[in-house]
């Protein structure tokens, strides 16, 4: 984990000095490090859940998840390394010991976890981004929450449905979408 931490810090400022070209203050660092664990916690479980889930639903979210976090990192990635953040980061360790206990898991127990560890855990990230989108020092760490929030919001809406024992609907307008491009 060291690697993932900048050169050196000016305390009395809160802005790393990093090795990337910009500047970044402890803040928004802490963001975009948290950002990408999560990413990586998000593909991990998603991942396991392709291969231990036993509801076609929890699979077909499990694959939309590391689609969409794919992607996150794609567009985190070079504002990290940008700022001397080391990439890839790596799952913390919390993380990494609940997928543990996720791999022990199968069928519907691995479901029932998985799920409630979703919406637990999109909870907890749209209210991180949410903070972010406000008190950003960085704007493109600022743009980077901002534009981020729709999907989160969406995963936690699909997380939800699949908890209360419902079927994930998808958001208004996606199956005229499907409708048009498939008389293309």
């Given at each position: 984990m060291v690697a993932a931490v900048p050169q050196f810090v000016h305390a009395?400022?809160?802005i790393y000095k990093s090795r990337g070209s910009t500047s970044v203050n402890r803040e928004d660092g802490k963001f975009i490090?948290?950002?990408a664990e999560g990413n990586a916690m998000e593909i991990g479980m998603a991942t396991l859940a392709l291969r231990r889930a036993q509801d076609p639903q929890v699979r077909a979210y499990a694959q939309k998840l590391i689609?969409?976090?794919q992607q996150s990192d794609r567009e985190l990635q070079p504002l990290a390394e940008a700022r001397g953040i080391a990439w890839p980061v790596p799952v913390s360790k919390s993380d990494t010991r609940e997928l543990d206990r996720a791999q022990q898991l199968s069928g519907a127990d691995f479901d029932r976890m998985a799920i409630n560890m979703w919406v637990k855990d999109h909870r907890n990230d749209i209210k991180d981004f949410e903070k972010e989108a406000k008190h950003a020092r960085d704007p493109q760490v600022k743009q980077f929450?901002?534009?981020s929030l729709p999907v989160l919001r969406d995963h936690l809406n699909r997380a939800e449905n699949l908890a209360s024992g419902g079927v994930i609907?998808?958001?208004?307008?996606t199956f005229r979408s499907h409708l048009d491009r498939d008389r293309r």
């Open positions: 009395e400022e809160g490090r948290h950002a689609s969409d976090h929450a901002i534009s609907r998808e958001p208004a307008g």
